[in-house]
Structure formats: structure tokens, C-alpha cells
Nanobody
């Protein structure tokens, strides 16, 4: 059974940093796509960053490129999202998700989701 457990969210002031973690269970981690998504109140969910766990190829949304970094620890089946230079517009619920057919940039295919972790950036 696929399970994703996020941690690391919380309140932070603008310009600050946070690191989110997502521990993955129940599937072959080394052949998957892991993604971080976010959803703010009244907004659609958007893909923030993804990583191919085999090739380590990454994708970033334009709004976070240069500020956020996705990485992984294959030994721990864990993916991270380092968020720097946070802005109030980064405030959202952040979700970890997995796609198991190798199509990392087809965001609609991410079928399994964590419970989410709230990030709140104050100005």
C-alpha cells in the first residue's frame, strides 16, 4: 500500500527558509516520479517541483525556480523540498505525490498523495 508522509511545514517570515520532507512507502521508490504540489485557498493545485527517482531529472515551476530545490535520499526513500527566499505568495498546503509510470511531467497522473503540510509565509 502506497503511503506518503510529509513533514516540515510551518510558519515562517518572508525571506526565510523551510525544508519539507516526504517519506515514501509501499512501492519501488527507485523507479517513480516524486512531486511536490501546493494549493492555496481558492486556487487550483499546482505542481511546484518533481524529480525522477531513477535519473534525478527535475522540474520546477517558474514561480519557484532559483528559490526551491527538490532532492532525494534514495537510501531513505525520502524526497525533500528546500524552500528559500520564501514569499507570502508561497503560502499554501504542500502535498507530496507519486507517479508510478515514469511520466513525471504529466501531473494528472500523480495518483497517490500525502496528507499535506501547511506552509504560511508572513510579510
Amino acid at each position: 500500500q502506497v503511503q506518503l508522509v510529509e513533514s516540515g511545514g510551518g510558519p515562517v517570515q518572508a525571506g526565510g527558509s523551510l525544508r519539507l520532507s516526504c517519506a515514501a512507502y509501499g512501492f519501488t521508490y527507485s523507479s517513480a516520479c516524486m512531486g511536490w504540489f501546493r494549493q492555496a485557498p481558492g486556487m487550483e493545485r499546482e505542481a511546484v517541483a518533481t524529480i525522477d527517482t531513477d535519473s534525478s531529472d527535475t522540474y520546477y515551476a517558474g514561480s519557484v525556480k532559483g528559490r526551491f530545490a527538490i532532492s532525494q535520499d534514495n537510501a531513505k526513500n525520502t524526497v525533500y523540498l528546500q524552500m528559500n527566499s520564501l514569499k507570502p505568495e508561497d503560502t499554501a498546503m504542500y502535498y507530496c505525490a507519486v507517479e508510478l509510470s515514469g511520466r513525471c511531467l504529466t501531473f494528472a497522473r500523480y495518483r497517490y498523495w500525502g496528507q499535506g503540510t501547511q506552509v504560511t509565509v508572513s510579510s
